[in-house]
T-cell receptor, first 115, second 118 residues
């Protein structure tokens, strides 16, 4: 099993809604990441969890709230978003040691539209 | 200042030909890692190849090779025998600092869109 699974694939929400993006991996990876990618731009790092603890927060607005309930799951809770938050949200994970250590495996992304 | 620079917004290559995608980087850290990812229109980022700053030999993975020129701070991706399925966006990325066994923070370049033609 060499996948990072993201749900939902597409999400449309209003500015007053509360929604969540979910990411799951069963590769035993202990680091998990959220990236945001606007159209025709490179991915930009938002958050990193290492061993289920938040290790990097790239000054992301508080309307984005990450959560790592266990070593396989990563959530991104969304509340009071703005239209400019519309983007592809990519989840990734990486193993701590061994072959492929430090290489990120990405999911297919959740495409978010904020109306 | 840009840490990763990809100067080719778009490239065309004929099927079965080789193509080189350029990437230059900027860091003062002696330990770093360089990565190439492919992003098809579906959105998923697919890992292609990795080069560590202390690796003596250029990395290769099947049809992909990384032309690592440390003094020039360049890490160009060479794709041999291009296929139609290679049409995608290609991103160069860098991890500054040595890998500590926890997380790997990557900074991406702006990407090069490769179109393979018949």
């Amino acid at each position: 099993d060499t996948e990072v699974t993201q749900t939902p694939k597409h999400l449309v929400m209003g500015m007053t809604n509360k929604k969540s993006l979910k990411c799951e991996q069963h590769m035993g990876h202990r680091a998990m990441y959220w990236y945001k990618q606007k159209a025709k731009k490179p991915p930009e790092l938002m958050f990193v969890y290492s061993y289920e603890k938040l290790s990097i927060n790239e000054s992301v607005p508080s309307r984005f709230s990450p959560e790592c309930p266990n070593s396989s799951l990563l959530n991104l809770h969304l509340h009071a978003l703005q239209p400019e938050d519309s983007a592809l949200y990519l989840c990734a994970s990486s193993p701590p040691w061994g072959p492929g250590a430090n290489v990120l495996t990405f999911g297919a992304g959740s495409r978010l539209t904020v109306l | 200042a840009q840490k990763i620079t990809q100067t080719q917004p778009g490239m065309f290559v004929q099927e079965k030909e080789a193509v080189t995608l350029d990437c230059t980087y900027d860091t003062s850290d002696p330990s770093y890692g360089l990565f190439w990812y492919k992003q098809p229109s579906s959105g998923e980022m697919i890992f292609l190849i990795y080069q560590g700053s202390y690796d003596q030999q250029n990395a290769t993975e099947g049809r992909y090779s990384l032309n690592f020129q440390k003094a020039r701070k360049s890490a160009n991706l060479v794709i041999s025998a291009s296929q139609l399925g290679d049409s995608a966006m290609y991103f160069c990325a860098m991890r500054e600092g040595g890998y500590t066994g926890t997380a790997s923070k990557l900074t991406f370049g702006t990407g090069t869109r490769l179109q393979v033609t018949l």
